[in-house]
């Protein structure tokens, strides 16, 4: 009974989408477990790409079971969006998609909310991509939420959504002077939604259970990354779920005892969107060139990524709190070409240097990044399959960072098609 967690180690977009797409060829369930459609797993293959906010990323292998998890927020418009896209390319998702009928629902007035407070209404502006996340997050533990269950019921449903309208009515016009729409109108617009995903909404505990029972190879797909965890990450510039490993048991109800293996993806340097703190962030031509080549703007969003190096510091961190087994090095080939390549190994603060992660956002904010130079290579790595190819001194280089992070890299990826990858060991 394989069940592998397949988590970010940095600050989102480590390219788990492809990893995933990759690895759903030999699993039978591919399981999404937190996060919303503020994510976007990009996928690549027969020179096409697609891009995925929140149906699990094996969707385009045949015959696997795709899991929307009890820990994922669902906007029923995005959704919806996302399968007709999916169906018009010819992928066929009854049977294949079930959906949790505890996740929680998105409603407009969560992203009027998410906006308002990112407009500078006098709270610290987080970066958040404004899709309602956050605050539908903050109604399920004010247990306000509205979940996929209460659609089968539709005179509970309404009751339910007036109550939370005529709430959060009040609270928008008097913090961000905002009109919501009528409430007939919000709630038709949610009952478009409703005969589309009844069919594909399950207990999808009861199907996990089972489904390790037979014995089934199961992966757990999380979104976003191990510093936007928001219990874990770079608080509060964090996202509002448990993007962690742990995530995985609470977002689909699988206990901690089926758990066989944590898998983690990271960039072989490192990025961010959004607000807070990036000690290796670089500001000047080599970041400039790391965006460039490697093609940095989010996949939901469009933003422009903030760059710098590898941050050993995170990733170890990463590595412990996951409990991570074994490692997936992405972007290699984004470092083709540089004459020197830096490693950051500790944050200085005040004297006083750093090896793990601080928790004090002063700190994390303020410190320098402490760096061990490696001579880079002129060569090509796009698209090498095989280890034994790669120039010596980026073998070198991986070698390195496993040995900094005291994990070994199962799989290493030399561009964004599924083909170019170099694969050392299988995950089962």
Same mark, same amino acid.
């Given at each position: ?25 030999? $699993? ?140 959060? *009515? ?53 979104? *976003? ?12 510039? $964090? ?63 469009? =933003? ?77 790595? $796009?698209?090498? *399959? ?31 098609? =599924?083909? *170019?990858?170099?694969? =050392?060991?299988?995950?089962?």
């Amino acid at each position: 009974m394989p069940v592998a967690v397949v988590v970010g180690m940095q600050w989102g977009d480590e390219g788990k989408g492809k990893i995933i797409d990759l690895l759903a060829e030999n $699993v039978d369930v591919v399981a999404r477990y937190q996060g919303g459609h503020n994510a976007g797993h990009t996928i690549c293959f027969n020179e096409k790409q697609f891009v995925l906010h929140l149906i699990p990323s094996g969707i385009f292998h045949k015959d696997k079971l795709c899991v929307i998890g009890n820990g994922v927020v669902v906007d029923p418009q995005a959704l919806v969006e996302e399968m007709r896209q999916l169906e018009e390319t010819g992928i066929d998702l009854e049977g294949r998609l079930l959906i949790s009928d505890r996740a929680n629902i998105i409603m407009p007035y969560h992203g009027t909310s998410d906006k308002g407070r990112e407009s500078g209404s006098g709270f610290e502006k987080i970066g958040t991509t404004g899709r309602g996340i956050g605050p539908s997050y903050a109604d399920k533990i004010a247990r306000a939420g509205i979940r996929v269950c209460d659609l089968r019921d539709e005179a509970y449903l309404t009751e339910r959504l007036r109550a939370n309208y005529e709430e959060k *009515q009040k609270v928008l016009k008097s913090l961000y002077g905002t009109e919501l729409p009528e409430f007939k109108e919000m709630l038709d617009e949610l009952m478009s939604y409703r005969e589309t995903i009844l069919k594909y909404i399950t207990d999808t505990h009861i199907l996990m259970r089972d489904q390790i029972a037979q014995g089934k190879n199961i992966l757990c797909e999380g979104a *976003q990354g191990t510093m936007l965890d928001v219990d874990h990450g770079t608080y509060p510039f $964090v996202t509002s779920s448990n993007s962690t490993a742990g995530g995985a048991c609470t977002g689909l109800g699988i206990p901690p005892t089926k758990v066989n293996k944590v898998l983690g993806v990271i960039k072989a340097y490192t990025t961010r969107v959004g607000e807070g703190p990036f000690p290796s962030e670089l500001s000047d031509a080599d970041g400039e060139r790391l965006g460039k080549v490697g093609h940095e703007f989010g996949a939901t969003t469009g =933003r422009q990524r903030r760059c710098g190096w590898f941050d050993a510091v995170v990733a170890r961190y990463g590595v412990h709190l996951n409990g991570v087994d074994a490692l997936v090095l992405t972007k290699v080939d984004v470092l083709d070409g540089f004459k020197t390549i830096k490693v950051c190994t500790g944050y200085k603060y005040k004297g006083k240097v750093f090896p793990d992660m601080p928790a004090d956002p002063v700190i994390q904010a303020n410190c320098e990044p402490v760096y061990v130079d490696f001579e880079g290579w002129s060569e090509s790595t $796009v698209g090498i *399959q095989d280890y034994d190819k790669l120039p010596k001194n980026a073998k070198d280089y991986i070698s390195r960072l496993s040995e900094l992070v005291e994990t070994p890299f199962m799989m290493i990826s030399t561009g964004p098609d =599924r083909e *170019q990858t170099i694969q =050392r060991e299988s995950l089962f």
